[in-house]
């Protein structure tokens, strides 16, 4: 049997609160999946290590086009699929599964739309498999160990400086007021997680930071970040995708949500603490909060120290 699995959004966060659903996919089908994903979910490695996918096909722009539509199905259609488990509820993507001669079609309701997005893939997938699948995601990592020396004597923090839109970032001086203060009560190390793109965030946050003990990871791929984060005491930071990747590898998590869904993003781990706005709750943060000016450095220092000293 040849499974596919479609899971069409861009971000990589995204791609990690997907996994526990295309793994369980793949444990009932009794084979490895192939997956139709866009480059920057970084699927390839995110997956690199797990054998339950065994391709990843690049879902490229021009595929989104109406010369794409056939294009897409003489590709998937040249696979051979026997069954495709579709996680949106677009016709577009149901019709090119027919179009590409796959018999058995599993997909979300059609024209599904401003979901929670890990409760639809959960109702969908135990629907679909009829076993139930926990939300809680696990990436596998390489085996082999980092290069890097994680001294037990100081405590490592993966800072999420940046995020997919100005207006979900907190902010450089408040990361660097939480940092300073905590620095100052116990031996730290600091990873500056992102990439090539917020190398200006992470150079501001280092010239302004009293700190010396910091690392950027913005030189590596995703695959050597997770051999980094995977040792890690704690994540602080944005709703990124280095927040996802922390808490699939079982790092705790403080996730500070000023303008993005803090359940959708956050409800489906215990490893997340979400820090809201103040005057909101966990379900009213979502796009459009722009609560930046309303979650305070103490406050979040305060959850820091928590979180370290426990």
Request: one cysteine or more.
């Amino acid at each position: 049997m040849k499974v596919l699995v479609i899971q069409q959004r861009y971000g990589i966060g995204d791609m990690v609160i997907f996994s526990p659903y295309i793994q369980a996919i793949s444990k009932k089908c009794g084979v490895p999946v192939s997956i139709l994903a866009k480059k920057s979910s970084k699927a390839s490695e995110i997956f690199s290590e797990d054998n339950s996918v065994n391709e990843i096909i690049d879902l490229e722009k021009s595929l989104d086009t109406i010369r794409g539509f056939f294009k897409l199905s003489k590709i998937l259609k040249e696979k051979n699929f026997d069954r495709v488990y579709i996680f949106n509820g677009s016709l577009r993507y149901n019709l090119i599964a027919k179009h590409a001669g796959i018999k058995s079609i599993f997909q979300y309701p059609l024209f599904t739309s401003k979901d929670i997005i890990f409760q639809t893939a959960k109702i969908f997938t135990e629907n679909s498999i009829g076993e139930i699948v926990d939300t809680q995601p696990s990436i596998k990592s390489d085996k082999k160990k980092s290069d890097m020396i994680f001294d037990k004597n100081y405590k490592h923090i993966i800072l999420g400086l940046s995020a997919s839109g100005e207006t979900k970032r907190w902010g450089v001086n408040n990361f660097v007021k939480v940092t300073n203060k905590v620095s100052k009560e116990y031996k730290c190390k600091f990873y500056l997680a992102g990439g090539s793109a917020d190398q200006k965030i992470i150079d501001e946050f280092i010239n302004k930071s009293e700190s010396k003990n910091f690392f950027s990871l913005t030189n590596l791929n995703i695959k050597e970040i997770i051999s980094i984060i995977k040792y890690a005491d704690l994540y602080l930071g944005n709703d990124t995708g280095f927040m996802h990747i922390s808490s699939a590898l079982g790092v705790r998590c403080i996730g500070i949500f000023i303008d993005s869904p803090a359940y959708a993003y956050s409800g489906y781990t215990k490893n997340i603490e979400a820090i809201i706005p103040r005057g909101e709750t966990i379900n009213s943060t979502t796009h459009n909060t722009n609560g930046r000016d309303k979650i305070s450095s103490d406050d979040v220092i305060k959850k820091v120290l928590e979180y370290i000293t426990s």
